[in-house]
């Protein structure tokens, strides 16, 4: 008996996959190649340096005009809250878009449901949120890909998403 390749996805298609592929822009496809753990944290660290870029706009340059002109210092769990709703929005609005941020267009990567499809709001929020324990806690949810079957980040296996490889 062959042996499956543990990156594949192996769900089986539904009756109605080609329909539905053909009716919703969204589907990606039923049988995709997982990426790499190499692969995803490369784009995981290019994603870090377009994030110096995001936090500029939309963190520094408030909280420098706020502390400037008006003397005000927001306490430090607003500013955290800031960050943390300010990243969410980037990565759900790309997620959501095509499933793909600006650092994982540039490394062929597309974030995906179990079935295929671009995540809806509420699962981008649930990784997104799962994945700040992963990265404060030494890197640990990603460590997880090392004893994964399918090689997955563990806030991927938890919300039931998984990183592809574009052709």
């Given at each position: 008996m062959k042996k499956?390749?543990?990156?594949?996805?192996?769900?089986?298609?539904s009756r109605n996959a080609e329909s539905r592929s053909a009716n919703h822009p969204q589907v990606v496809a039923q049988v995709v190649e997982l990426a790499g753990v190499r692969r995803r944290l490369a784009s995981l660290l290019y994603e870090g340096l377009l994030l110096l870029g995001v936090l500029a706009l939309v963190f520094l340059v408030p909280y420098l005009v706020l502390g400037v002109l008006f003397g005000i210092a927001?306490?430090?769990w607003v500013a955290w809250l800031h960050i943390y709703v300010a990243l969410g929005a980037y990565f759900i609005w790309y997620w959501r878009r095509r499933g793909q941020t600006l650092a994982m267009q540039t490394w062929k990567l597309r974030l995906v449901t179990a079935d295929g499809r671009v995540p809806s709001v509420a699962t981008g929020w649930l990784r997104y949120t799962l994945?700040?324990?992963?990265?404060?806690?030494?890197g640990l949810g990603?460590?997880?890909?090392?004893?994964?079957r399918d090689r997955q980040f563990l806030h991927d296996r938890l919300a039931g998403t998984r990183i592809v490889l574009l052709p």
């Open positions: 499956q390749d543990p990156r594949r996805n192996t769900a089986a298609p927001p306490a430090g994945a700040w324990p992963s990265l404060l806690c030494f990603l460590a997880w890909a090392l004893v994964d």
